[in-house]
């Protein structure tokens, strides 16, 4: 489910005293140490809920004094008189932060999870530093990613996709995933992953016409029998240990079929 890991970053501009940590990971001691020991951390910054990117929040607050913030409250506290940009609150969509010299946008970006967000960060008045996106688990290194339970929605996931592609930064411009390798053109991972959602929504809809499924049409919770079935002919070449996940998935494109968010 993490692949090689979860990826916690270490981000700040040359030169800049402090740093801002994106998800500082499960409760390892060793890892939070280690991020700790990086140097001054100003900001603590949360992608969304997954404890493999939180589990080890409270510890690394107490390691290093820093406020943290996420979209959801439950992440954020404040800290010790941090840089600006490191105020308590949730994260707001479209927020620009001024951190350890760096300019931080915040993307709200639900799907994966409703409090996923991504970051742009680049240098302010330094282009040759370039610009980056830290998309968490909304695009990963390789694979693609489970739309989770209660909360995923492959309608918000399509909808963060498609504003991902349409951003207004240079072309090609690098991915920093929660899980996976550098992905040296962000573009193209969500162009690849449009493509897939897309034969994923069409395999479902075979599915269903093939075991003579016709969804629910009220508001009711769709019957275990129901997602069992096509999760079992869509994805009958995974590892059984990955079955939850892909039965999180087409609950969220059932959903989708529905018409419901």
Same mark, same amino acid.
């Given at each position: 489910?993490?692949?090689?890991?979860?990826?916690?970053?270490?981000?700040?501009?040359?030169g800049?005293?402090? =740093?801002?940590?994106?998800?500082?990971?499960?409760d390892?001691?060793?890892? &939070?140490?280690?991020?700790?020991d990086?140097?001054?951390?100003? &900001?603590?910054?949360?992608?969304?809920?997954?404890?493999?990117?939180?589990?080890? /929040?409270?510890?690394?607050?107490?390691?290093?004094?820093?406020?943290?913030?996420?979209?959801?409250?439950?992440?954020?506290?404040?800290?010790?008189?941090?840089?600006?940009?490191?105020?308590?609150?949730? *994260?707001?969509?479209?927020?620009?932060?001024?951190?350890?010299?760096?300019?931080?946008?915040?993307?709200?970006?639900?799907?994966?999870? #409703?409090?996923?967000?991504?970051f742009?960060?680049?240098?302010p008045?330094?282009?040759?530093?370039?610009?980056?996106? &830290?998309?968490?688990?909304?695009?990963?290194?390789?694979?693609?990613?489970? /739309?989770?339970?209660?909360?995923?929605?492959?309608?918000?996931?399509? #909808?963060?996709?498609?504003?991902?592609?349409?951003?207004?930064?240079?072309?090609?411009? +690098?991915?920093? +995933?929660?899980?996976?390798p550098?992905?040296?053109?962000?573009?193209?991972?969500?162009?690849?992953? =449009?493509?897939?959602?897309?034969? =994923?929504?069409?395999?479902?809809?075979?599915?269903?016409?093939? &075991?003579?499924?016709?969804l629910?049409?009220d508001?009711?919770? /769709?019957?275990?029998?129901?997602l069992?079935?096509?999760?079992?002919?869509?994805?009958?070449?995974?590892?059984?240990?990955? *079955?939850?996940?892909?039965?999180?998935?087409?609950?969220?494109?059932?959903?989708? /079929?529905?018409?419901?968010?």
């Open positions: 489910m993490t692949l090689d890991g979860t990826r916690s970053y270490v981000l700040r501009a040359p800049a005293p402090g =740093r801002v940590v994106v998800d500082p990971g499960p390892l001691a060793p890892h &939070l140490t280690a991020l700790a990086a140097g001054p951390v100003d &900001l603590v910054l949360v992608t969304h809920r997954h404890a493999d990117h939180t589990g080890g /929040l409270a510890l690394f607050r107490e390691l290093t004094g820093a406020p943290s913030r996420g979209v959801s409250a439950e992440f954020c506290a404040p800290g010790g008189g941090a840089a600006d940009g490191s105020g308590a609150g949730p *994260l707001v969509d479209g927020e620009v932060l001024e951190v350890a010299g760096l300019r931080i946008e915040v993307l709200a970006t639900p799907g994966h999870t #409703a409090d996923s967000a991504c742009v960060v680049s240098v008045g330094d282009p040759a530093s370039g610009t980056v996106v &830290l998309t968490g688990d909304t695009v990963l290194g390789r694979g693609t990613t489970v /739309l989770a339970e209660p909360d995923g929605s492959l309608r918000d996931y399509l #909808a963060s996709l498609d504003r991902l592609s349409s951003l207004d930064l240079p072309d090609p411009v +690098p991915g920093l +995933p929660g899980h996976g550098v992905l040296p053109d962000l573009r193209a991972a969500v162009h690849a992953y =449009r493509e897939h959602r897309t034969e =994923r929504l069409d395999q479902v809809r075979s599915a269903l016409t093939a &075991l003579g499924v016709t629910p049409d508001e009711g919770p /769709l019957p275990d029998a129901v069992d079935a096509v999760t079992g002919a869509v994805y009958s070449d995974v590892d059984a240990s990955v *079955l939850p996940a892909a039965r999180s998935s087409v609950r969220a494109q059932l959903e989708y /079929l529905r018409g419901r968010p």
